[in-house]
């Protein structure tokens, strides 16, 4: 009874390697950001840009990001207790939340600077920066994405919602240096405007990505169901056990980053209590081994008619 499809597509770790991954990516993140702020700060004083300075700012914004990611990670890894017996999984679409509203004021904050220049006319405070400004949002664009692609792929390696949002916060500093450099390139052209046009773009798709994440969250926190292709491949895998000749209920809850299930199955009425026990004790490993992101299912027998 085997499927080679669902064990090629699905992908998971223990807890524990789950937890080194993404404090491995997130000190390595960390440790750069730290690193991509000095130097920001640094080229926006020495070249005299104020865009560049508020950038390193910025930059410096995602070192808390990361540490609400390894925190939230740190208490979602815990065993189950008396208090918490089916885990702590959630914990970390708590994190997920925290970096979506951070995401979203980082945005806004962007947006409403953007919109009160463009209507304020505010252009002529900004001084001509010198090329090192422009080099450095350059290198920084670069940097962040680049660990905005690093997260993202061990985000869905290890499918970490937390993880995803810390990347997807990269991807907003990336654009942010992206305003800078039009910001900067556009006061040594004597086209100020550009600046505050290119915020306002940077502003909605922010709004968006932060919009998103947090609906991910949510759906993971209220017991939503698997998609319509999983539970479709677990009814028919289950189905393939000879044994079992219909099934009564298959319901799913995402929990967090894993899948809790209740099932009924059909089986011949004539069994023994043991053998039908022996069958549903079949199934139970079967879907773990086969489905790794199922923490736990539960089967009921009925006899079929």
């Known amino acids: 009874m085997g499927n080679n499809r669902i064990l090629e597509e699905t992908h998971t770790i223990p807890q524990e390697d789950f937890k080194k991954v993404v404090n491995k990516v997130s000190i390595i993140t960390m440790t750069q950001n730290i690193v991509l702020s000095v130097f920001k700060l640094l080229a926006g004083i ?11 700012i910025h930059s410096a914004s995602d070192v808390f990001s990361t540490i609400v990611v ?6 979602a890894s815990k065993d189950p207790d008396k208090e918490h017996p089916y885990g702590h999984e959630r914990l970390e679409c708590v994190a997920a939340i925290l970096l ?7 945005g806004l904050e962007i947006g409403v600077q953007a919109f009160k220049d463009i209507i304020q006319g505010n252009y002529g405070k900004l001084e001509t920066p010198g090329k090192l400004a422009l080099i450095a949002a350059i290198v920084s664009i670069i940097t962040k994405e680049i660990m905005y692609w690093y ?5 869905k390696k290890i499918d970490s919602s937390a ?3 810390d990347a997807w916060h990269h991807r907003s500093d990336a654009l942010s240096s992206i305003g800078a ?5 556009g006061s040594m052209l004597g086209v100020p405007i550009m600046d505050a046009i290119a915020s306002l773009g940077i502003f909605i798709f922010i709004v968006k990505v932060a919009f ?6 949510m759906e993971k926190m209220i017991d939503h169901c698997c998609d319509e292709v999983m539970e479709k491949e677990m009814y028919d895998y ?3 056990h000879e044994q079992v000749l219909g099934i009564d209920l298959l319901q799913t809850r995402i929990f967090g980053n894993k899948i809790y299930v209740d099932l009924e199955i059909q089986v011949n009425a004539s069994y023994t209590l043991l053998e039908a026990h022996n069958i549903a004790e079949e199934v139970h490993v079967n879907i773990e081994q086969n489905f790794p992101k199922v923490k736990h299912i539960m089967v009921h027998v009925n006899p079929a008619t």
């Open 163 to 165: 993880l995803m949002a």
């Open 151 to 155: 997260t993202r792929y061990h985000a």
């Open 46 to 56: 020495f070249s005299n840009s104020n865009a560049m300075i508020c950038d390193a």
């Open 212 to 217: 998103d994440i947090f609906k991910d969250a």
């Open 238 to 240: 289950i189905m393939n």
């Open 70 to 75: 390894i925190i939230g990670v740190k208490f």
């Open 181 to 185: 450099l039009i910001g900067i390139g």
């Open 100 to 106: 979506a509203m951070v995401l979203f004021i980082t």
